[in-house]
């Protein structure tokens, strides 16, 4: 069973500097025990709330550039034009693509980078 926290630390450095600690106490969601964790043992992992984020963006994204594409595509006669419009529909593909992308380098950074145990 894996007990979990949230922080705003982007590597374990940033948290050792931020609390002054090489140690993580908390309460274990299991036996409710007080437990000390060191900060070399605490890994990150990808965010529910961002894929979801992500995916709504993506979907309400592609909803209103499909409702902008008809309505371009109807006035629009030459091949061009068209080619241009088809471009658009990839923005919210961009976009889902670039915020899981950058989750998954924060997650990278933090389980990559380790505190000193000479310190």
């Known amino acids: 069973m894996e007990n979990t926290f949230k922080s ?17 106490k908390q309460n274990c969601d299991n036996c409710n ?13 990808e965010s529910k709330l961002t ?11 592609s909803v ?11 006035s629009s006669n030459t091949a061009m034009g068209l080619y241009a419009v088809a471009l658009i529909l990839l923005v919210p593909v961009w976009v889902y693509v670039i915020i899981k992308k950058q989750d998954r ?7 990559h980078t380790y505190v000193s145990e000479d310190l």
């Open 105 to 111: 380098i924060r997650v990278s950074t933090f389980n």
């Open 8 to 24: 705003q630390a982007t590597s374990r450095i940033e948290y050792a500097m931020r609390y002054n600690t090489k140690i993580k």
């Open 33 to 45: 025990k007080n437990i000390e964790i060191p900060l070399n043992k605490i890994y990150a992992k």
């Open 51 to 61: 894929y979801l984020s992500a995916g709504i963006i993506f979907l309400i994204g």
């Open 64 to 74: 209103l550039v499909l409702i902008f594409w008809i309505k371009i595509l109807s």
